[in-house]
């Protein structure tokens, strides 16, 4: 065989030739490192989150034509791109050249906040409108399936988006039909659109860039068998089945990789090596697809979006009948992981791997498909039955044997299919339960002939229910037959109660659960086409709904703000929807991220070391495998700290580097540092480390146990516990557990270090909320004074709350390795160390007591609230002051008494996130709420109204309330969401279905805005005018995705009188404001936008006398002449927000500058069998004064929403009993998708709501509305509440957070529930614990 060590291809049109390419390197890392094109992102290396999307194109010489797919690059091996052309979000448009209209529209509609999951986004669409320039909107929805944005809600993105649509059944947004929603509420009337479509530029396919020529020329010529050899690894490409096959004779250990979304997730994640690669994609034989006699035979390497657009095809083709199971496999392909995993992964490789959750497999399984097995000389033919997995991750294939084929059958009439997944998102997930199920019947009957059950999440394989099909062959399809196929299920399908993944009563509900769906599926088929027959039984139309397939609504949403008043100055832009000033960067991927900086000379990169065990004393730790590795310079711990070891946040009460003992798993230890990433991460592996097991505590239950805790309980009580029970007619008792949140900022984070060389002087580049504290920590930890430190901050891609303090960790350690190798040391944490070692929102436990009266007044709360802390305090006492003083959420509570305990756990410390502990508290809150209004017997939304506070009313924290607009959101928002009558409406539809059920609710929220702690009220602006009347604005705030710098600048412009051209924020850094609080408590804007109107007005004094001098002057005019007159044109300004006295002894004096406020309306429906959820719509009126940037805000309100969405009803740590992390990616935790985005998604900023507190009548954002999201919550509860009420099942009931398929179906009792109950608790150790 001829071989070539070239590989050929094409970057942004530019052809690049590369000898010996290494074939562990990957696209991005090649992208970024080697090419420098970084706007391509890194956000989590395992496919999960799709901000590294590019797109591919190559000639497709089985399907004879150039295709285009989006891939995501950080799974690509470079080695796979042999003879194609890679378009980077650079190769399609620019700031300095043309904006490409995808770029452009995202930006102006407002759908880029950090702006670092944007160019993912942006190549998602770009790839869809080269191949189909007109889309419908479900298109472009469904090709963001494998996009994430933890920042914008995703309404935006896709309204913007929505503009490349062709109208289908809905106009997307856009106005154009009658029913529009935008026409229905008279939004347009009242507020203009947030943006211009009618500016946006053309779509004109006509303009991209062309296919290279020479690869097409190339393609005529014949293929050669590439061969790379790597370090450790060899790919062979052949071009051949026979050369495959000699091949894999010759290396049967070798692992064949087509899309490589296992084998790259085995070998980053895992570990794993694999020394020989044998890549079959370009072997004629393994990419056939044809029709045959008896079903459809795809090779094994066809990917899975080939397979889904030719079942397609053969389904709208064939008779009904004779397709069921492609439609099963259509079905499943809908929900299996996102465009860039399908466009590349092979149907082969979803088989060979094995996993027990395969989504095909039980597909596969039941409907007994033919696998066509290849090995040098021979062939067999193997029906996929249960022999076929013969383990876990193990089949029948023999070392030397090759998947050739898949055929799989037609259906007959009278046999019917059906497949079911349920996972914790819908959309790009796993399975938790999935299966394939197969019927036939004897001719012209009802009685059973063959049955197939074959379900994935079930045990170590996909499982085939043997047993019970077989018992059930010759019974007829009736009730009989269901109920003992549900108890043979039960019997056969049994999982440990320790199984991994967990959930296991769920599971085992859920084996029954779509047999249930699947019995009455074949019913209504056996109903439609043999009804003349034979007497089919009938099924109660309320059951109906349950064997319908999840249907995706157009979406829709209406934004209402403000405009500003017709007299307003033209040049004033406070209160206009301005972009982000950095979106269109941001889109082009211009944007620079701390990750992005080119490379300084001499750089070096560190990995760290960190501990496996939650709690022990370290015996020893033995470096001198890992300093064997290639490059490696030298391996830190805490001896290497020049200065001090000790680090900490309020309290010193942490390490740089652990001494001695361990207090978590994901403890930093030590750090290695080396010429590359992946030789620092590999030699970070090889470090050997011995401990000394001591006991772990880990959940708040076990801290109570051991009394455990930061400091003493603290206690916050007003007006008389006793007497308020005394008056009380009635009494709820209760409890509720809120788990955690990881703030999943797409970038993770990163530290640059540049030690200057003289005395002690390091530049860093960190993505912080808190540049002050890095610098601070990191002199302390360097031993030298703070003024040689210099923190500089450009942006951040995303932080809430998980970068003010916890960037320190990292920050300190890169610190010391500069300080130590004397030159720059970068590193970027992967997204699973992230996850593992920087904490997240703490988990509370709350027991109430709660004392109302029969109207629903309530008079007496009594709270204990408990908080998983983790190792460390951190910030966890400014957490829990916050969640004392807003326990009361927004409702008047005379006699209230908290006591609230820290708890001290072996779990990485838990940290701020947006809200900041008060969601926590706030939920408890509506949970007693709900628990009293449930006991009243009296409407929500009344007794909730009865208690919310009015004008005058003072808080449990003896606060006087001013400017109360809670009422008046509250009225708002019943009237905008139509309350009253689609209460009626759920009502009646839940009267209707048995299966499917609705709930609505209603929720407002009060958040107390300013810093707890009082000293941290403070901010500083330096605002430089230079001679040609350009103006460089700094404050303290930092930029991260929020739109801060682009209020900052709004509120400079107006002060100054100048546009916002004239003005430019570089970044942020410590050596130009220093001692600056983090960009934190939402009050960023309030405080620096005083700043720097400080700032301004001292400039505008100065300015005075040259601009009475020169009246019709203009302002570089006055600016030269100020400065030839000798004037100073830089001012510092600085704000400390006045009269916040609050004093903790007495209860008494003003915590909180004011409050915002908002109420927020949700209703669901959910499947009662399978615990899934649909959002349907979500009305938010939210009070932020005079919104100082209505973009900006509704983007705050929509990003927050859908965060808090994740947080109440979606995103779960899962933690081992003994405190490792399971959940450390996108892969195992689910944040929102775009998907799940409320069908309607309306919100409205309150009007003529001016507040007097802040600059320019303003009012914070950034957190208040997250726990509107708590209104999806209780619209499930209520849901479930309908469910159980239809088995009679009434009263109250505990529904923890977050609301999770498992938990609602678990709550949703009914026959099937009853036959799986829960293993009696303390008899089994449980895969996974609630801390
Ligand atoms: C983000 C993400 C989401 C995912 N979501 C889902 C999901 O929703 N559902 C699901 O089921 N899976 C999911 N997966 C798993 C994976 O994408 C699929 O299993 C995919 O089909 C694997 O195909 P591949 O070509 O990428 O496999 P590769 O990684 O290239 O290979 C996988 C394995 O198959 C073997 N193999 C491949 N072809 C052959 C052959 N012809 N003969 C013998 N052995 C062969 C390889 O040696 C290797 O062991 C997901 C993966 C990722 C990264
Ligand atoms: S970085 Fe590639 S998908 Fe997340
Ligand atoms: S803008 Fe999408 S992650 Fe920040």
């Known amino acids: 065989m001829k071989e070539s060590n070239e590989l050929v291809f094409f970057v942004n049109g530019h052809k690049i030739v590369e000898k010996n390419v290494d074939p562990e390197l990957n696209l991005l890392t090649y992208l970024r490192k080697k090419l420098g094109l970084t706007g391509t992102k890194l956000g989590c290396g395992e496919g999960g989150c799709g901000s590294c999307t590019v797109m591919v194109s190559k000639y497709n010489s089985f399907q004879k034509k150039i295709i285009h797919i989006a891939v995501n690059a950080c799974l ?28 452009e529209r995202i930006a102006k509609a407002h759908g880029s906040q950090c702006g670092f999951c944007t160019p993912g986004i942006v190549m998602s669409v770009y790839t869809l409108l080269r191949n189909n320039p007109e889309p419908i909107m479900e298109e472009i929805e469904d090709t963001l399936q494998g996009n994430l944005c933890r920042c914008t809600g995703y309404r935006a993105i896709l309204e913007g988006f929505s503009t490349f649509a062709k109208p289908s059944s809905c106009c997307g947004w856009n106005g154009s039909k009658n029913d529009c929603c935008k026409g229905q509420t008279g939004a347009s009337q009242l507020s203009p659109r947030l943006f211009e479509p009618s500016e946006f530029k053309p779509l004109d396919p006509t303009q991209e860039p062309i296919f290279p020529p020479e690869l097409l020329l190339l393609h005529e010529s014949q293929q050669q068998t590439l061969f790379f050899k790597g370090e450790h690894v060899t790919w062979i490409q052949p071009t051949t089945l026979k050369e495959l096959l000699t091949l894999k004779s010759k290396y049967p250990e070798a692992k064949l990789v087509v899309g490589n979304t296992e084998v790259g997730i085995e070998m980053k994640m895992k570990n794993m090596l694999y020394p020989v690669i044998l890549a079959p994609a370009h072997i004629p034989q393994l990419n056939m697809s044809q029709r045959t006699e008896t079903g459809i035979l795809f090779g094994a390497a066809c990917t899975l979006t080939y397979i889904g657009t030719f079942l397609k095809q053969a389904v709208d083709e064939l008779p009904s009948y004779r397709t069921e199971v492609f439609k099963a496999v259509l079905e499943q392909l809908r929900w299996f992981a996102g465009q860039q995993i399908r466009n590349v992964a092979a149907i082969g490789g979803n088989i060979m791997t094995a996993s027990p959750i395969s989504d095909l497999n039980p597909v596969f399984l039941a409907s007994g498909c033919l696998l066509t097995l290849a090995s040098e000389g021979n062939t067999r033919v193997v029906r996929m039955d249960g022999c076929f997995f013969t383990g876990y991750r193990k089949t029948v294939l023999k070392p030397q044997e090759i998947l050739l084929s898949i055929e ?44 197939g059950l074959s379900y994935g999440g079930m045990g170590p394989t996909t499982m085939s229910a043997k047993k019970t099909s077989e018992q059930l062959l010759g019974k007829k399809w009736n009730k009989e037959l269901l109920q003992e196929a549900c108890l043979l299920l039960v019997d056969e399908l049994t999982l440990s109660p320790s199984a991994p993944g967990g959930m296991v009563q769920f599971r085992r509900i859920l084996s029954l659960s779509f047999f249930f769906k699947f019995y009455l599926s074949v019913l209504q088929k056996l109903e439609q086409d043999f009804k003349s027959d034979f007497q089919v039984e009938s099924i109660p139309p309320e059951y109906l709904s349950a064997t319908e397939l999840f249907q995706k609504d157009p979406p829709s949403a209406v934004q209402l703000f403000q405009q500003v008043p017709p007299g307003q100055s033209p040049t004033d832009v406070v209160g206009h929807p301005l972009a982000h000033l950095s979106s269109i960067k941001q889109a082009t991927g211009e944007a620079i991220y701390c990750d992005d900086l080119p490379c300084f000379e001499r750089e070096l990169y560190l990995a760290l070391v960190t501990s496996t065990e939650a709690h022990a004393k370290i015996s020893s730790i033995d470096a001198s495998e890992a300093l064997k590795v290639a490059g490696v310079a030298c391996f830190l711990t805490a001896k290497d700290v020049p200065g001090t070891n000790k680090t900490g946040q309020i309290i010193m009460d942490e390490t740089v580097f652990a001494e001695g003992e361990v207090t978590c798993v994901g403890h930093v230890i030590g750090a290695i540092v080396a010429d590359t990433a992946a030789h620092a991460q590999k030699a970070a592996k090889a470090v050997k480390i011995t401990y000394e097991k001591l006991k772990p505590i880990i959940t708040i239950q076990d801290a109570i146990a051991h009394e455990s805790f930061h400091g003493p309980p603290r206690k916050l009580e007003n007006g008389n516990i006793d007497l308020g029970f005394a008056q009380a007619d009635d009494i709820v008792e209760g409890e509720m557990y809120i788990g955690g949140q990881e703030h999943f900022y797409l970038e993770t984070q990163c530290t640059v270090a540049i030690p200057r060389g003289e005395d002690g002087e390091m530049e860093l580049f960190v993505s912080t909320q808190s540049p002050s504290q890095i610098q601070s920590l990191v002199a302390k930890a360097l031993g030298v004074p703070a003024n040689r430190i210099v923190c500089r901050v450009k942006r951040l891609g995303g932080g809430f709350g998980g970068k003010e303090t916890r960037s320190s960790l990292l920050s300190t350690a890169v610190a010391v390795a500069a300080h130590r190798m004397k030159c720059p040391v970068r590193c970027a944490l992967n997204r699973d160390e992230d996850m593992l070692v920087s904490g997240g929102r703490h988990p509370f436990l709350g027991r109430y007591k709660v004392g109302f009266q029969k109207n629903g007044k309530i008079v007496a709360v009594d709270l204990k609230l408990y908080c998983n802390a983790g190792d460390s305090l951190d910030l966890s006492t400014a957490v829990m002051t916050r969640a004392l003083f807003h326990m009361d959420n927004a409702y008047k509570i005379p006699n209230i008494r908290a006591i609230c305990y820290i708890c001290k756990t072996n779990l990485p410390s838990n940290t701020a996130f947006r809200g900041f502990g008060a969601p926590q508290a706030m939920m408890l809150a509506e949970c007693w709420m709900n628990d009293v209004v449930a006991k009243c017997g009296l409407p929500s939304e009344q007794v909730q109204k009865l208690n919310l506070y009015q004008e005058g009313d003072i808080t449990h924290t003896n606060q006087k309330l001013e400017e109360v607009n809670i009422r008046k959101c509250w009225d708002e928002c019943l009237e905008s969401s139509s309350y009253h009558s689609r209460r009626k409406a759920v009502d009646e539809f839940n009267r209707q279905h048995r299966w499917k059920k609705r709930g609505l609710a209603i929720i407002p929220t009060k958040f107390g805005i300013s810093f707890n702690a009082t000293f941290m009220n403070q901010a500083g602006a330096l605002v430089h005018i230079y001679t040609d009347g350009s103006v460089l604005l700094t404050h303290g705030g930092t930029e991260m995705g929020q739109g801060l710098h682009t209020k900052m600048v709004q509120v400079a412009s107006k002060a100054l009188g100048i546009p916002i051209s004239k003005i430019h924020i570089s970044e942020t850094s410590t050596n130009t404001v220093p001692n600056t609080s983090p960009t934190a408590a939402s009050v960023s804007s309030d405080l620096n936008g005083m700043a720097i109107h400080d700032a301004c007005q001292i400039l505008l004094s100065r300015l005075e006398p040259f601009k009475l001098a020169n009246p019709k002057g203009t302002w570089e005019q006055w600016i030269f002449a100020a400065y030839m007159d000798r004037v100073s044109l830089s001012a510092a300004g600085f704000y400390k927000i006045p009269d916040l006295n609050y004093d903790p002894e007495k209860n008494e004096g003003r915590a909180f500058n004011y409050y915002s406020y908002g109420v927020g309306c949700s209703e669901v429906e959910i499947d009662c069998l399978t615990g899934d959820h649909k959002n349907l719509r979500t009305d938010i009126v939210m009070d932020v004064g005079l919104s100082l940037n209505p973009a900006v805000d509704i983007g705050q309100v929509e990003g927050a929403f859908m965060q808090g969405l994740g947080y109440f009803a979606m995103e779960e740590l899962r933690y081992s009993p003994e405190g490792v992390l399971y959940t450390r990616g996108p892969g195992m935790y689910k944040i929102p998708s775009a998907s799940d985005i409320p069908t309607q998604f309306n919100v409205s900023l309150l009007r003529e709501s001016p507040n007097r507190k802040a600059i320019y009548s303003s009012k914070a954002v950034g957190e208040p509305p997250l726990f509107l999201a708590a209104s999806i919550f209780f619209a499930i509860k209520d849901a479930i509440v309908a469910a159980r009420a239809a088995s009679r099942k009434t009263g109250l009931f505990c529904l923890n957070s977050p609301a999770t398929p498992d938990r609602i179906r678990n709550a949703c009792i009914d026959d099937l529930t009853e036959m799986c109950p829960p293993a009696d608790p303390g008899t089994f150790i449980p895969w996974n614990i609630e801390v």
Do not use: W
């Not at 042999?82 to 770029?103: D, K, M, N, W, Y």
């Not at 059958?409 to 997930?429: N, V």
């Open 76 to 103: 690509a091996p470079l080695c796979s791109l042999h003879r194609t052309a890679v378009t980077t979000v650079e190769g399609i448009g620019s700031t300095t050249t043309r904006l490409h209209p995808v770029q």
């Open 408 to 451: 799989i059958p037609y259906t007959k009439k009278g046999e019917y299919f059906s497949a079911f997944k349920q996972a914790q998102r819908r959309e790009d997930d796993i399975a938790i339960v999935n299966c394939g199920m197969r019927v036939a019947f004897k001719e012209g009957t009802d009685v059973v002939e063959e049955l």
